[in-house]
């Protein structure tokens, strides 16, 4: 639209999208303004509502069934955290790992960007015994094209180990425990 300001006339209008403003002056020239890539931003929030397990010594590709929100971040093919938008972005997850056997298990959680391993993005946990739970937290940041997925990636030596889904609970009444919870971010 137009101001006016004390009786002037304006000099130009403007328009405004996701990423440009774009002003058209009297002589009818334009000009834009590119936007930070904060405006008109990109974010998820993904977790899972399953039990995570596999096979000792296997690479097992973590999922998300359940979208909160997102606008511009997806989940493709349950494990595929999809970035409609080039950008950079971080990601933070968190999974609880449990070991349901007697040994003890070292798993090891990694980050793949269309289909290959990220370089140096590995970190182990290790649990102790029957029972023993924990919580394995990362954050990320990924420099991504459009149509980039990333997917987190873990593996550990025991077969008794899974990512635990924990159902409502009472006495006193709170939540339930998502076996994974993901947020996604556009911050550049």
């Known amino acids: ?5 004390n009786g002037y006339t304006p000099l130009a209008t403007a328009s405004i999208s996701d990423t440009t403003i774009t002003f058209t002056k ?18 998820g929030s993904f977790y899972s ?3 995570q397990s596999g096979v000792a010594d296997q690479i097992q590709i973590i999922t998300h069934n359940v979208t909160d929100f997102a606008s511009g971040v997806s989940i493709v093919s349950g494990s595929q955290i999809t970035f409609a938008e080039a950008g950079i972005y971080t ?15 070292t798993i090891t959680g990694w980050l793949r960007k269309n289909g290959v391993d990220v370089a140096d993005s590995a ?22 094209s459009a149509g980039d997925y990333v997917e987190f990636c873990w593996s550990s030596n025991d077969v008794d180990t899974e990512i635990l889904y924990t159902v409502p609970r009472t006495s006193p009444t709170r939540p339930a425990v998502p076996s994974v919870i993901t947020t996604v971010n556009r911050v550049g």
């Not at 009297?26 to 974010?43: E, H, K, N, Q, R």
């Not at 970190?123 to 420099?143: E, Q």
């Open 123 to 144: 970190t182990d946990l290790k649990l102790k015994g029957n029972g023993d739970r924990d919580l394995y937290a990362i954050n990320y940041f990924v420099s991504a």
């Open 49 to 51: 509502t399953q039990n």
């Open 1 to 5: 639209g137009s101001v006016e300001i």
């Open 91 to 105: 990601l933070i997850s968190t999974m609880q790992y449990q070991e349901t056997g007697g040994g003890t298990a």
């Open 26 to 43: 009297v002589d009818s020239s334009t000009f834009d303004i590119d936007l930070p890539s904060a405006y008109g931003s990109a974010y």
